[in-house]
């Protein structure tokens, strides 16, 4: 599998990495996931996003395999975009699917990066 983030969500999406047409689309619903997880606090601090298909997931997961269902993740939110499923059943196990990896994202991510709220840094 390609380490290319569009092309193996492509991939995913059973879209031949030869054919271009929708790759802006699926591009600009990539990003709409990163910037979901950005939200989550997952991924660099600043944010991510892909132009092309030269980024990589390593450049976003740096190479930390706990975060591998961010890949999982991303094709899902793409998918729901770009092609969702017709039926409303299949389209609510989506949507829960996404959620319920919000929340898996979400709790690792507080395993190692959890800040108490309750502290004041006066600086």
């Known amino acids: 599998m390609s380490d290319s983030i569009l092309q193996s969500t492509k991939k995913i999406l059973d ?3 030869s054919y271009t047409a ?4 699926v591009m600009t619903h990539i990003n709409t996931a990163f910037s979901k997880l950005n939200q989550l606090g997952v991924g660099p601090v ?15 997961l740096a190479s930390n395999p706990k975060y591998n269902m961010v890949k999982t993740y991303v094709y899902l939110v793409v998918r729901s975009l770009f092609d969702p499923p017709q039926s409303s059943i299949a389209n ?6 996404i959620e319920q990896f919000e929340w898996r994202l979400n709790a ?10 309750t502290v004041i840094v006066i600086p």
């Open 46 to 60: 600043e944010g991510f996003e892909i132009e092309d298909d030269q980024a990589t997931w390593d450049t976003f």
């Open 15 to 17: 879209i031949e990495e």
């Open 108 to 117: 690792l991510r507080e395993e190692t990066d959890w800040v108490d709220p």
């Open 92 to 97: 609510t196990m989506m949507k829960e699917q």
């Open 22 to 25: 929708f790759d802006f689309s």
